[in-house]
C-alpha cells in the first residue's frame, strides 16, 4: 500500500484469437513515483498494471494525479508484475491531515533519512 503520483499511464491492448472469435484485451501500465509506502515497494518509482476498463474494476490513472495504490504481485508468468485495481480500493486522494493520520506511519518515505 502506498501514495503516489502517476509519471506515466500507457495503455496497451493485445488481440486474441480464440475458437469463439477475436477479443481485444487492454490494460495500463502507470509508472507511479512513490511519496510515501506503508506496506510494499521501498522505492522512489515502481511500475503497476491496472485492467484497461473501468467496468472490470480498471484504476483511470492520469499523470500528475496522486492515487493510493493497493496492489498485489501477479502471479504465473506476471509474478514480477505489480497488479492494481478499483476493487482493491486503489482510487485517486486528496489529502487533508485527516486522511494521512487514518493511515498511521508509513514505512518510507520520500527524503527521509532511511
Known sequence: MFV?????ATLQ???VTTYRGTMVFSRVRATIRVDRSWKGPLRDVVEVVTNGEASMCGVDFQQGLRYLVFAARESGEMKATLMTSICNGSRRVRWTAEAIDSLGPPSWMRGAAQ
Not at 503516489?4 to 506515466?8: I, N, Q
Open 4 to 8: 503516489g503520483t502517476v509519471l506515466s
Open 13 to 15: 491492448r493485445k488481440t
